[in-house]
Nanobody, 127 residues
Framework: QVHLVESGGGLVQAGGSLRLSCAASGRTFIIHAMAWFRQAPGKEREFVAA????????NYADSVKGRFTISRDNAKNTVYLQMNSLKPEDTAIYYCAASLTARPYIWGYKRGDFDFWGQGTQVTVSS
């Protein structure tokens, strides 16, 4: 099993920045990729960014490209999401997820590939 705990959410003004963290524990050696998803009120959970756990290749949703950066620290078993130039439409609960599935390319991962999820952290961007 893998346990994920997110932190770093909060309230920020439009144009500001936040950095989310996701600490993984348990059988982390079986993780192949990690990702961030988000869910706004009344909307479905959507993909934000993903990172390959070993090689570090990344993939982003078009809506966050150029503003968000996903990274990982394998020594700390932690994944980060640096969010810059935040917009009110980025307001959502952000979830960290871990996949035990090995895919050849990071852009090949789908939501159904992710086996473990954190409890989520709220990000609110005021206009």
């Amino acid at each position: 099993q893998v346990h994920l705990v997110e932190s770093g959410g909060g309230l920020v003004q439009a144009g500001g920045s936040l950095r989310l963290s996701c600490a993984a524990s348990g059988r982390t050696f079986i993780i192949h990729a990690m990702a961030w998803f988000r869910q706004a009120p009344g909307k479905e959970r959507e993909f934000v960014a993903a990172i390959n756990w070993s090689g570090g290749s990344t993939n982003y949703a078009d809506s966050v490209k150029g503003r968000f950066t996903i990274s990982r620290d394998n020594a700390k078993n932690t994944v980060y999401l640096q969010m810059n130039s935040l917009k009110p439409e980025d307001t959502a609960i952000y979830y960290c997820a871990a996949s035990l599935t090995a895919r050849p390319y990071i852009w090949g991962y789908k939501r159904g590939d992710f086996d473990f999820w954190g409890q989520g952290t709220q990000v609110t961007v005021s206009s």
